[in-house]
């Protein structure tokens, strides 16, 4: 039905920056929210960021200050930009998009397959 596609992680030094992107393809006929969370090893799935189809934007305190959110509505793409980045962001990192879907009267959480992040001390 939907599918979501990640990129950009990598292997970073502490005080570096990344930029993740990920876009929506699929039976799409709009998108609310999107965001991005993420899990360390032996760890849960932490809630990162979160962007909404107006632009409205929150972040965990984690990271605020030092992560930004974008979307391109038209291409369906989210991006989360990594600056300052700390050994303690390391982690996988997935996006995630509530998507209403043609024949559905609510949306729908679709997530990314995840891309890694690893930040060296």
């Known amino acids: 039905q939907v599918q979501l596609v990640e990129s950009g992680g990598g292997l970073v030094q502490a005080g570096g920056s990344l930029r993740l992107s990920c876009t929506a393809s699929?039976?799409?006929?709009?998108?609310?929210?999107m965001g991005w969370y993420r899990q360390a090893p032996g760890k849960q799935r932490d809630w990162v960021a979160t962007?909404?189809?107006?632009?409205?934007?929150n972040f965990a305190d984690s990271v605020k200050g030092r992560f930004t959110i974008s979307r391109d509505n038209a291409r369906n793409t989210v991006y989360l930009q990594m600056n300052s980045l700390k050994p303690e962001d390391t982690a996988v990192y997935y996006c995630?998009?509530?998507?209403?879907?043609?024949?559905?009267?609510?949306?729908?959480?679709?997530w990314g397959q995840g891309t890694q992040v690893t930040v060296s001390s």
């Open positions: 995630n998009a509530d998507v209403l879907l043609p024949w559905n009267s609510s949306s729908q959480r679709f």
């Open positions: 699929g039976s799409i006929r709009s998108i609310n929210a």
């Open positions: 962007v909404t189809s107006g632009g409205t934007t």
